[in-house]
């Protein structure tokens, strides 16, 4: 044991260099029979962590996206387009049109063709009422009526167009210039025949018309000036309802007690419509000529419903708009605060659909409220009633039907 330990001593007085010197044992190589399994182990996991890496990248990436998705995902049908398209898309009782300068054609909702026509037009508009849709091309010469079944009629006007009106029955009536006046209104029937012609020699330009609810009734909106300021005029024309026997004739003349151009007009009932322009607002009819007060700071549009009419407005430039209503007598019955920009609205009956900033919101106009709302991102261009329980959107993307 001392020996031992003597030993001990004198290899702990070696020099260390002399330590590494010596030859070392030779290490048996290991091998561990879990080393196979582990590997395959640790394989399984970082390919986990790669699909998980990648869920969680995507789901960033839809969420800048933002309403695109989800607009898409609450989608019933539909189609994906390019902006300059759907900008020519208008929702049209089943499907879509799309109004070009070169052609008009009838479209499903999932975007395939139905029927098309030719037509050349430099700035064409569509507008719809009831089972009818007509394009005119403003400041050129060409309109055409459409039904779901293609093309009635298109005729060419003697004299640019200014506006256009629709009747649900397929009655029109058209603004067009006219030779030594201040310019004319033409009417047609349904399938396009002639029914009459008004030119303006001392009442001044025609600016806008809209047929009563009835259609008994055709208003003509014009404005004239003695030099020094603008002076508002409202032309009434009586439509017979046998116009086999009968023409439409001069009916009534008012000139509302304001400075402001009227281009506005929506019938409260329909015997009276109300006129506005930037800030006064009208009513005449049955031979009285009342003006609204107070007056609105900021019109932006005006329209008819089932039971009366509405005006969306702000109180100054640049500041939020809402909505108010009257009902059939000119009370009014509430108000709604909209937003910042109205991108696009539409009636039916006495219930409106509102494109309001992100948000489309389906209004009780009867009742002054909003019965639900949607939240879009993606930019809207135009909203529709399609169906009893839904709507069409027509985005800076594409269309969507969707359920409200």
């Not at 629709?166 to 396009?192: H, N, R, T």
């Amino acid at each position: 044991m001392t020996f031992m330990t003597d030993r001990k001593k004198e290899e702990n007085r070696m020099p260390e260099k002399a330590k590494r010197n010596e030859p070392q044992p030779k290490r048996e190589k290991i091998t561990h029979k879990y080393s196979t399994p582990l590997l395959i182990a640790l394989c399984i996991i970082l390919a986990v962590v790669t699909v998980v890496l990648v869920y969680l990248i995507r789901n960033h990436m839809a969420a800048k996206d933002g309403a695109r998705e989800q607009l898409r995902l609450s989608a019933i049908a539909g189609f994906d387009c390019e902006y300059t398209e759907a900008q020519q898309i208008y929702p049209y009782q089943n499907g879509l049109l799309k109004v070009t300068n070169r052609r008009v054609a009838y479209l499903s909702i999932s975007g395939n063709e139905i029927f098309s026509e030719e037509l050349e037009m430099s700035s064409p508009v569509c507008i719809k009422s009831g089972p009818y849709a007509m394009v005119a091309d403003i400041d050129g010469f060409l309109c055409a009526l459409f039904s779901e079944e293609g093309l009635i009629y298109k005729t060419h006007m003697t004299g640019k167009i200014g506006n256009v009106a629709l009747a649900p029955s397929g009655l029109s009536a058209v603004i067009m210039e006219d030779a030594d006046s201040f310019g004319a209104v033409y009417m047609m029937e349904k399938d396009g025949s002639f029914l009459a012609k008004w030119s303006s020699y001392e009442s001044g330009y025609p600016l806008s018309l809209a047929f009563s609810p009835d259609e008994s009734t055709l208003s003509v909106s014009l404005v004239d000036t003695d030099g020094s300021q603008m002076i508002p005029h409202v032309k009434q024309f009586t439509i017979p309802k046998d116009r086999t026997t009968a023409r439409p004739s001069e009916f009534a003349f008012y000139t509302p007690t304001v400075t402001d151009i009227l281009p506005l007009l929506a019938y409260m009932n329909n015997a009276k419509v109300a006129v506005a322009g930037i800030s006064d607002v009208a009513i005449v009819g049955n031979g009285n000529c009342e003006i609204v007060s107070p007056a609105y700071p900021c019109v932006s549009s005006m329209f008819s419903y089932d039971g009366g009419y509405g005006i969306i407005y702000s109180d100054g430039i640049e500041q939020p708009l809402k909505l108010v209503t009257f009902n059939s007598s000119g009370s009014k019955i509430g108000q709604i605060d909209l937003g910042n920009q109205v991108l696009s609205f539409e009636v039916s009956g006495s219930s409106a659909l509102f494109a309001v900033d992100e948000n489309i919101y389906l209004v009780d106009l009867s009742g002054a409220k909003v019965n639900s709302k949607i939240e879009v991102d993606e930019p809207i261009l135009r909203v529709s009633f399609f169906g009893s329980k839904n709507i069409c959107v027509v985005t800076n993307a594409g269309v969507r039907e969707i359920t409200i």
